[in-house]
């Protein structure tokens, strides 16, 4: 039952400041995931929230209190750490039990709370293992256990699936989700993989070099990226981005000669002259045929084929336009031979304008 | 007629069998047998007669060695238990320190440099009763006006025993255990510490069964270091006096050299190793459970 508030919070490493000064709100029961590429400081901030690390500047509060110089067994946080950290001299039900045992709770409740949490993680065939017998998975969800048996204010996970293969890693992340609707608490999660931040976060809040970049719904920051950084970083493939000018009659001019219109959207929004960086992703830019209905069609684009991933339910191109490679998207696909030469049209209404020397969106 | 060619392998192995038949093997065989022997220093011919277990029935069925025995145990008992809780305490409070850190390590290994024969006669000099250190101390400070008898008394001089050991040999376990300190994981400490833990209980519950394994390979250096002591002790107190200090070693090295009964003296010595054996295997058998509780056998 908790907020959590961060305040212009700052770590440094001596004279190396890693985190300058961040500012972040977490309402109760909020799932917030925190993106961004290695070394950004995602695992510095969760460790700072948690007491592990100090602060060297501004404030953390948990549910109203400020906890900057509060030991971590007084947060009444759990956290899961990026490399399980389980107790290896400890079998998995005394894993599960230590912090209630710490605790001096009476032993009846603590078997019930393990045995809780052990149905739910489906924990029961290996309760009297050591870690050291157990699969990355099951450590996994032990650590994960140990995490819930407390019924903490919050739950702090630092990357907790990374060392999972790619089937289990879905599963999981379904697990986590049931998880929070299940026991509805304040959850801040750590990771470098945009799906796993999509699909988990009721807020993404994506980190760059110790900054912030942007926070918002998935669907905000997907939709509406504020620099091109946070465009190519949310969405698999990456956001295309293309190198231009805006010319007269509202058109943008592109290397190798390629030209589009001005997007409706931006029209006055950008003047001639101006350097841009045009953004769009490839479910946006379909061949004919292949594709969906679009708002605002742009005029056909001849474009060979330069390898092509068939992905199933779809096949992802990869083309050459304006001297770049870019992606693009062909849904209902049939076979396609590397050379083939294709006419895409590109969805005008879904592009996204950025300023080319601050690498803001224009909108 | 074909000769027999000898193997390979029995080429390859038998310089290094005539060496160790040279220096343990025959030692060890002569010392075995001569214990059946009524064998004296001064009268070679004694060597070659058999009496059989007699050197052996005269050991068991003697108070002198059962008590220099039990002397042995107890200040290995006592002397193990304080230097691995000293030596604990020590490791804890250097693992702590972030400046010369380098240093003080180095420090803390001098006592382990010097011969024990030179501690002995530091020691016994800081405890003699006229012009000791400690006498001295303790009358200047007013304290007493006594010369207390520290090397004369019954338990002041096993006292000053185990204080010499102690002082000679707490920096093997605070080596040991220091080591034992950096090889600790972070994270478990880490998730202790979220888990609520206290620093008390961090260590109690986290620290400590990571340092077992070095503890127990401490001990049981040591436990065979203690079972065979015999300088610090000859110096100190010649295991006097009237053997109120007489450990196992003592006695045994009186008896053979000073007695020349080197054949019931070789009888002692092999009864002797009987314990250490028990606490080489004893610690070996803890170390093992120690190490396999963290997953760390096999
Ligand atoms: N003890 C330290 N001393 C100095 N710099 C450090 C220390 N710990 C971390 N850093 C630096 O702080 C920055 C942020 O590290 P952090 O571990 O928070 O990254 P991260 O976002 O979690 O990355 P990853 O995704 O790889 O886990 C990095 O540049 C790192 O080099
Ligand atoms: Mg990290």
């Given amino acids: 039952m908790a907020s959590v508030q961060l305040n212009n919070v700052v770590k440094k490493y001596g004279a190396l400041e890693v985190v300058h000064g961040i500012n972040l709100d977490v309402a109760h029961n909020e799932f917030v995931v925190l993106v961004g590429p290695s070394g950004c400081g995602k695992s510095t901030t969760l460790r700072m929230i948690a007491g592990l690390e100090e602060i060297s500047g501004g404030e953390i509060s948990i549910g109203e209190q400020v906890v900057n110089d509060l030991p971590p067994r007084d947060r009444n946080i759990s956290m899961v750490f990026q490399n399980y950290a389980l107790y290896p001299h400890m079998t998995v039900r005394e894993n599960l039990g230590f912090s209630l045992k710490i605790a001096g709770k009476e032993q ?39 995490a819930i048996v407390r019924h903490p ?41 945009q799906v796993e931040a999509m699909t988990l976060a009721d807020r993404i809040v994506i980190m760059r070099d110790g900054f912030i970049e942007q926070q918002g719904t998935p669907s905000e920051v997907f939709e509406h990226p504020v620099n091109t950084f946070v465009a190519t970083f949310i969405g698999s493939p990456p956001m295309n981005l293309l190198q231009g000018k805006v010319i007269a009659d509202n058109q943008l001019a592109f290397a190798e000669g390629f030209t589009l219109p001005v997007p409706q959207e931006f029209v006055g929004a950008v003047k001639a002259g101006q350097d841009i960086v045009l953004g769009f992703r490839a479910d946006n830019l379909m061949p004919e045929n292949h594709a969906l209905d679009l708002d605002e069609a742009s005029p056909p684009i001849k474009m060979p084929i330069v390898v092509s991933e068939p992905l199933g339910t779809e096949t992802l191109l990869y083309t050459r336009l304006a001297g770049g490679e870019i992606q693009a998207k062909m849904l209902k696909p049939r076979p396609v031979v590397d050379g083939e030469v294709l006419t895409f049209h590109l969805d005008l209404a879904r592009c996204h304008l950025f300023d080319a020397d601050t690498q803001k969106s224009l909108r | 007629m074909r000769r027999k060619k000898i193997p390979t392998w029995f080429v390859l192995i038998f310089p290094a069998l005539v060496i160790l038949a040279a220096v343990v093997l025959v030692p060890l065989l002569f010392s075995l047998y001569s214990s059946f022997t009524p064998y004296k220093l001064t009268r070679p011919d004694t060597l070659f007669k058999w009496i059989g277990t007699f050197n052996y029935q005269k050991a068991i069925n003697s108070a002198v060695f059962w008590a220099a025995f039990g002397r042995t145990v107890l200040l290995l008992t006592i002397a193990l238990n304080l230097e691995m809780l000293l030596g604990l305490g020590l490791a804890l409070l250097v693992s702590r320190v972030t400046r010369g850190q380098r240093a003080l390590r180095t420090l803390m290994m001098f006592p382990m440099m010097f011969s024990p024969i030179l501690v002995g006669f530091q020691f016994k000099f800081i405890f003699n009763d006229n012009v000791g250190l400690v006498n001295n101390a303790l009358q200047s400070l007013g304290l007493t006006n006594e010369a207390i008898p520290w090397l004369v008394d019954k338990n002041l001089a096993m006292f000053s025993i185990i204080f010499a050991e102690m002082w000679s040999s707490t920096s093997v376990f605070a080596i040991l255990i220091l080591a ?23 260590f109690r519950h986290i620290t400590l069964p990571f340092l077992m394994p070095f503890i127990y390979i401490a001990l049981a250096i040591r436990s065979l270091d203690v079972a065979r002591a015999y300088d610090i002790v000859q110096i100190m107190t010649n295991g006097g006096p009237a053997r109120r200090t007489e450990l196992l070693w003592t006695l045994i090295g009186r008896t053979g050299y000073v007695d020349a009964k080197m054949g019931y003296a070789n009888a002692m010595g092999y009864i002797s190793i009987v314990m250490a054996i028990f606490f080489t295997i004893f610690f070996f058998r803890k170390l093992n459970a120690a190490r396999s509780e963290l997953g760390m056998a096999g």
């Fill in chain 1, 108 to 146: 009846a409740e603590i078997d019930r709370a393990v045995n809780e949490a052990s149905t739910i993680l489906a924990l029961e065939d290996y309760m009297d293992r050591r870690p050291g017998a157990l699969s990355g998975g099951q450590r996994q969800r032990v650590a994960m256990g140990r």
């Fill in chain 1, 153 to 193: 204010d919050v739950f702090l996970f630092d990357e907790p699936l990374s060392n999972l293969d790619a089937k289990l890693r879905a599963q999981m992340r379904v697990e986590i989700k049931k998880l929070h609707q299940k026991i509805k608490t304040t959850i801040i999660y750590v990771t470098h993989d």
């Fill in chain 2, 180 to 202: 034992g300190l950096f090889a600790i994981p972070q994270d478990p400490l880490e998730a202790a510490k979220v888990d609520g833990c206290t620093p008390w209980q961090t």
